[in-house]
């Protein structure tokens, strides 16, 4: 199917789904605000690149400031572009112009919206208040009803997922190389990984991560050394790519060398790749996503006792907090327009899983991702280096690796009726 049949559906099932959160929370019709410019620091006159309130990018992959869909009951939707005198920027033009027809295309200037804006009990999704049309700002239960369309992906969202997933696997393999063939530092890598999927740091998903040796167990470390890294040593890189608004969020992790840490740490790797594996395979309907992050840290215990990294039992290395001090984050997130995307924590973790980004039970249609890693954080593993924790762990071992820092192995999974769909593995093999 082309973009625009699978649009065409896309806005179908929202307008379906929106008139009838509408109609459940008493209103007449919604306005979506893209946001308007917003300065980077009051005391400057820059401002930041413009990302689209998600509730607007879910229906209309439009970059343009000051932009509204507006949605009424039985009513083709209408985009509002505020056409504004401006000689000093302009927005990149859309990718792709599958949208247009979807919509009654109205154009105002700045602040003359009162007539193309609808009248009744109107909510108002807004980033900014101050620019707001009028109506009811933000309502919560609306939202809530709103984030919860985002949580199933219709086939559209699927495909621009997909090509996310093609887009940063570009980067991807291209690090990869960059990383075996030299002795690059992390800010090369950084750029060459832009360079080869095609981005800036303005138009990516999120800042990508990227981490060589000890900095790889700083979970989100983007400081991009300039130093090129010689010697026996590991690269972490997370890093995703858009496309038509949707993110893609794409983690691997490399060693170079041959001393006996490398080769300890490229083992370590190798359980940490099956047992992402393991836990994409046990992905099915109906089972608590929390549960599966659960799993992992069984899936993870055994792999240290394999190891002899771990000692005592499985049970007991979940029990007592060791594997949580080596994966503190959560197993994954939803996954679209936004990089952690809504609607699937609608409950908080168990204690035990603070970081845990999704509660949701797994159903088709989902988009997450599967991150497991493990890492030397010296601050988590201080307490059970000093407590009756200490025999549980092979010191030594831990030592031997600390400077390769740690393993994250992420990829994308769309849920099917047939079992899970890897993006991530579908693109690279592709
Ligand atoms: N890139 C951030 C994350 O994996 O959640
Ligand atoms: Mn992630
Ligand atoms: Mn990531």
């Given at each position: 199917m082309t973009l625009t049949a699978l649009y065409a559906t896309h806005i179908a099932t929202l307008q379906q789904g929106t008139e009838a959160a509408l109609a459940a929370q008493g209103f007449d019709a919604l306005v979506l605000c893209s946001g308007s410019a917003a300065m980077r620091?009051?005391?400057?006159?820059q401002t930041w690149p413009l990302h689209p309130t998600p509730a607007f990018a879910h229906w209309c992959p439009l970059y343009e400031a000051d932009a509204y869909v507006v949605i009424r009951p039985g009513q083709k939707p209408r985009l509002v572009r505020t056409i504004a005198m401006d000689f000093w920027e302009t927005q990149a033009p859309p990718e792709s112009d599958h949208f247009w027809s979807a919509f009654e295309v109205v154009e105002i200037k700045a602040g003359g919206a009162t007539d193309v804006l609808p009248g009744g009990k109107v909510a108002v999704i807004t980033r900014d208040q101050g620019t707001a049309p009028p109506g009811?700002?933000?309502?919560p239960a609306l939202i809530a009803a709103l984030d919860a369309l985002r949580t199933k992906k219709s086939e559209y969202e699927v495909a621009c997922l997909a090509e996310a997933s093609r887009r940063a696997v570009k980067g991807h393999k291209h690090v990869a190389q960059v990383f075996a063939s030299g002795t690059p530092s992390e800010l090369d890598l950084h750029l060459a990984y832009l360079l080869a999927s095609e981005q800036t740091d303005g138009t990516a998903p999120y800042q990508g991560i990227v981490a060589l040796g000890p900095h790889a167990s700083v979970l989100h470390y983007v400081a991009y050394e300039r130093t090129p890294v010689t010697g026996d040593t590991s690269f972490l890189v997370d890093a995703g790519a858009k496309y038509l608004g949707y993110g893609s969020d794409i983690t691997r992790t490399y060693v170079r060398g041959k001393s006996p840490s490398a080769l300890r740490f490229r083992e370590l790797l190798s359980h940490m790749e099956a047992l992402q594996q393991e836990v994409i395979r046990r992905i099915?309907?109906?089972?608590e996503y929390e549960d599966l992050h659960d799993e992992t840290h069984r899936l993870l215990a055994h792999a240290l006792r394999e190891l002899g990294i771990g000692r005592g039992s499985a049970e007991e290395l979940v029990a007592q907090g060791v594997t949580r001090a080596l994966l503190p984050h959560g197993l994954g997130h939803s996954l679209g327009?936004?990089?952690?995307?809504?609607?699937?924590?609608l409950r908080p973790p168990r204690a035990e899983n603070p970081f845990l980004r999704n509660t949701s039970t797994i159903e088709v249609g989902q988009v997450f991702t599967i991150e497991p890693g493990i890492y030397i954080i010296d601050a988590l593993l201080k307490p059970l280096q000093t407590d009756h924790r200490r025999e549980l762990l092979d010191w030594a071992a831990i030592a031997d690796v600390r400077a390769f820092g740690g393993i994250r192995i992420e990829d994308n999974i769309l849920v099917t009726p047939s079992g899970p769909r890897n993006l991530t593995r579908e693109a690279w093999a592709s």
């Open positions: 620091n009051r005391f400057d006159d009811a700002v933000n309502p099915k309907p109906g089972l327009i936004t990089v952690h995307d809504v609607g699937m924590k």
